[in-house]
């Protein structure tokens, strides 16, 4: 039968017969297949069966998924997860955001099962992604050194950069600062030239959207603000150990510098308090000089605001060069999310299951995920998937009508970088040119996964240490307190805390993962 099938195919049309091999190799199954699904995330609480990607998964591969999310009433997925949890009756998929904290505890007391072998058996894709990138396997497993999530794997690698107005530059005759000194020139220049031409001091020259991100001057001089894309996280030091960037004295060095430049103005004074719309305000009211942020969005300002104010010109710069004569980019894109899918232990179809999760790593499932529907939203041109012209040129954002149609959702899948380039606008790509060609970026610390004693010693002393150390450097940045002073107070307080217990555990559960 199926001879005769590629025999006539081959007389129709050789387009055809490599299509029809094309669907063959993707069927799982026969006969139609339903799993139930959990997916909740922060952009959609539940699966759409209706989702273009989802028909077109269905036709090529024979599996159906069915929508079973709980929690749908709640937009925190954390909440909904546990609520799952304490439901007991399983779907047979459980995805979306923040799964790998729940999955990593549960999986090894059975509530979901291990993928090693299903996948290095039954997943030729995904095991190829493992081998081919070394390290991250270890990242997701648990602390019984199984897996138990196939992640949302993210592509590209720049994420925030640091940008200036470089229209106040050129008004004040100024060069692009390029190490801490010249930037502290600039932006004492700036708070007190009037770049802005109105006569009046109300310049803000630093300032960020989250203001967690005044920390990121910490960088210049040599001290860390966190160790991944995750604000205040532990980081791996030179020593190969796990430790936390507040507790270094590099940090007090950085620490009393941002405390003095706030003094001076050089800062946002309401740094704490202006909230997510600080930047879209500070820059449309000429007041913002510099920050650091993510490239596509702060890009898209010098078009937004071209004609409102004359000759606005805010661009990515690089990072200024530390104290110590290093020039870092701290942000990057993680290469792994703790958001993805995992299997229950209820699932009576593991094999096609794992097959199904493999399917979205092969070359068509990978487009599907990515693009949507080939035709739909998009066209293979000279072998390169292209966004029709009307995706482009939508009001709404290329990412918002993916989510509409199933693609770039919290499924187990690799991102693929043409997706966010072709909406990347021309600014932002020559920053990102330009950070790429500087080698800016440096190794992130990808989480550990705690056994339970661990977790135990880290839930008593992690949660009070990080609200003591927030509070301190707060305090220190707004001038309610001096950091050289209090500096050896500070460090016993850590320790009386407990800050070496959960030192101790995070290192002994680091060198357990990473070891191997
Ligand atoms: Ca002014």
Redesign the pocket.
Known sequence: MRKLTLTAALCASTVLTAQALAQEDLRIVEEPLELTIHMHWPRAQGYDENYAVEKAAREMTGIHLKDATAGRNSTDSIEAMNLLLAMGDMPDIVAGHLIQQPVNQYGPEGAFLPLNDLVKEHAPHIQAFWDSHPGLQEAISSYDGNYYYIPYLPDGEFGRAWYIRQDWLDKLGLEQPQNVDEYYEVLKAFREQ??????????IPYFARQWEDVNRLLNLWDARSSGSDTYHDFYVNDEGKVVHPYAQEAYRVGLKNIAQWYKEGLIDPEIFTRGSSSRDYLLSEDLGGSTHDWFASTSGYNQALADKIEGFNFIPFLPPESAGGVRMEEHRRIPIKPDGWAISYSNEYPVETIKYFDFWFTEEGRLLANFGVEGETWDMVDGEPVYKPEVLNSDSPVNSQMYLVGAQIQRGFLQDYRYEWQWTSEPARKGIELYEANDLLIDQFLGVALNEEEQAVYDKYWPSLRTYMLERQQAWILGSGDVEAEWDDYVSTLNKMGYEDVIEVMNSAYSRQYAG
Do not use: C, I, S, V
């Open positions: 009037d770049p802005n031409g109105n006569g009046l001091k109300d310049e």
